[in-house]
């Protein structure tokens, strides 16, 4: 059986912290250009070199995206942005675009290049043409079954590395190559603004009765025709792991770090249970199944790892998240028996909320006071983003993750 890599995503640098933190053996991230992601926080120079530095003393990897499909204004800042990207020590590239993978290659031939999914690797032809020029790794198209990974894995050589999303967001559009955003909004997915309009309501007009609208229905479910479910592979790691594949990748490079967080975790126990013990990870299988539901979701699908999606891998009636719990903060310095942290939604001195730690544990505890950085107490925090100082009752680490369980 192959190592297999947990590969997690972060919006930012206290995200990326959360990641490394909450079990991530590698941590991929955007930077300020070049990323499918222009809509998240992403990280600037600095930002990279410190998180690399934080995730490099704790032995976990960091790799950089520069996967949007580039014109030809994109191609003389990709080799700057290479250039200036050598500094902060970053172990790979993802890149889908083979005019800027040239350029990475020549501009730093030493660095390790990992091929997007953008790039629509199905075959492994595909996979042997990449390695050939040099990849390391290929990320597999999201429409691959188990059994085409089997045999991708079996006609390519040893060290070419095979990376698959098994958890997060699925596209509508081939290997998230969309053009429904540029068409409506002028914003291109496949330069890193996706407006996200398979998530959108339809209807249908008739050109000879403009303005009379008539709703899309799918055997009376509903409207929300592109809007997928979210794939979850927890219940399937055995057979991940006998397909031969070396990173495990979970989407959401937008998401908080609750999401983030109790995603790594989850994962990361299950994969440590399973390769401690088949039958630890069977008798655990309530836990992993409670504790991914605990973020927000869009009920569950296996994706097109068992064959190709039936219409129930679709959701027609709404385009909502479910939501378990919301996120209050993240714990930081502790001073004078005091722990600080940058508020992110509200909650009350009195309230019951839950620590949720990095080993597993859910602690449920009191707030027991609030104060601001002056030291003035408050009965509550009622300003996003509001620097607090917080007693709980209980001793914290650094990056426990504050959460209140929604009725």
Known sequence: MRPVELLVPASSLEVLKVAVTFGADAVYIGGDVFSLRAKAKNFSLEEIAEGVKFAHERDVRVYVTANILAHNDDLAVAKEYFEELK?????????????????????????????STQANNTNYGTYNFWHKLGAKRVVS???????????????????????????????????????????????????????????????????????EYLPVYENERGTFIF????????????KLMEAGIDSFKIEGRMKTALYVATVARTYRKAIDDYLEDSALYDKNMPWYLDQISNCTYRQFTTGFFFGKPSNEAQIYDNNTYLKEYTYLG????????????????KFLVGETIEVMKPNGDNIEVEVKRITDDKGNDMDSCPHPKQSLWIDLGIELDEYDILRRKEE
């Open 87 to 115: 500094a902060t020590g970053v172990d790979a590239l993802i890149i889908s675009d083979p005019g800027v993978f040239e350029i990475a290659r020549n501009v730093w031939p030493e660095v390790e290049i990992h091929i």
């Open 141 to 211: 198209a999201r429409e691959l079954s188990l059994e085409e990974l089997k045999e991708l894995r079996a006609n390519i050589p040893d060290d070419l590395e095979i990376e698959t999303f098994i958890h997060g967001a699925m596209c509508i559009s081939y290997s998230g190559r969309c053009l429904l955003s540029n068409y409506f909004t002028g914003r291109d997915a496949n330069q890193g603004e996706c407006t996200h309009p398979c998530r959108w309501k339809y209807a249908v007009v008739e050109e000879e009765r403009p303005g």
């Open 227 to 238: 809007n997928s479910k979210d794939l979850c592979m927890i219940e399937h790691i055995p």
């Open 330 to 345: 993240l714990v930081g310095e502790c001073k004078d028996g005091l722990y600080h942290i940058e508020q992110r939604n």
